[in-house]
Every structure is written in structure tokens, then in C-alpha cells.
């Protein structure tokens, strides 16, 4: 017995500069954007009434339209700002949902931010140390050795 499928199927979509594996269900294969986890997926895809057990390749392209307009715009769609991963935006105060390369560009911002003020954080992350208060005395050499060394 063999799977019959669809004539628009794909293997491959695009969506927000990022590859999606068509095989997979649609909520899964959305957690492949960076930023989107599968609860979040979960919602967007409940938003758009979009049937979750379709495989990504089955979705055509007015479903693949809602579910980008409902992950770029959570707030119109009800979905509330606890759920978003970027709250009280430092520049503007607004709460974001922020994906894909808009995440890493404020993800730097934000060091760089903590780099030019001098925080401890700004220093740690600068210096490559352990930020978050963990010990360093024997751990997290980031591929240095450190050890005793055998005399001759």
C-alpha cells in the first residue's frame, strides 16, 4: 500500500528565509523558524484554522498566507502578550513576537547594548566567560585544555 499524494504537494517550503520540511505536520514543521517553538506554532496554526494534523507539504497557499499574517501580527489575533518572546522592547516599548533573522539582529543589539554600557554582563559576554553566575574555576574551558601535564 502506498501513500498517494496530492498534485500541489511539496517536499520543500520556504517561509520567513527558512526551509520547511514538507513531510512533517504543520505545527512541528513550523518550529524549524528560529523563534517559533511548538507552542507557539500550536496557537498560530489554531488562529488561522488551519487543520494541524495536514502535513506541511498539503497546505496551500492561501492556509500558508494566514499562518504568516497570524505570526506577524499576534496581537490582532488575539494572542496574548505573555506568549511573545520579545516584552517591553528596550527601543520602543512594544511587545514583539520576533523570528527568524529579526531575531539575531536584536538578540546583537542587545549585547552590544550591554557591551557600551559597562555592565557586568556586557563585560562577561565580552571577555567569552560564563555569564549567568556560574563557577568557571574547572569548568567551561571552551576547548581549552587545562589539566596537569606529565614531567619528564
Request: one cysteine or more.
Amino acid at each position: 500500500m502506498s501513500l498517494m499524494l496530492p498534485e500541489n504537494y511539496q517536499h520543500i517550503l520556504r517561509v520567513m528565509n527558512t526551509n520547511i520540511d514538507g513531510d512533517r505536520k504543520i505545527a512541528f514543521a513550523l518550529t524549524a523558524i528560529k523563534g517559533v517553538g511548538i507552542r507557539y506554532s500550536h496557537v498560530v496554526c489554531k488562529k488561522a484554522n488551519v487543520d494541524m494534523n495536514k502535513r506541511a507539504g498539503e497546505i496551500t497557499e492561501d492556509e500558508l498566507e494566514k499562518i504568516m499574517t497570524v505570526m506577524q501580527n499576534p496581537r490582532q489575533y488575539k494572542i496574548p502578550e505573555w506568549f511573545l518572546n520579545r516584552q517591553k522592547d528596550y527601543k520602543d516599548g512594544k511587545n514583539l513576537h520576533v523570528m527568524s533573522n529579526v531575531l539575531d539582529s536584536k538578540l546583537r543589539e542587545d549585547l552590544e547594548r550591554l557591551k557600551k554600557i559597562r555592565s557586568h554582563r556586557g563585560i562577561r559576554h565580552h571577555w567569552g566567560l560564563r555569564v549567568r553566575g556560574q563557577h568557571t574555576s574547572t569548568t567551561g574551558h571552551k576547548g581549552r585544555t587545562v589539566g596537569v601535564t606529565k614531567k619528564k
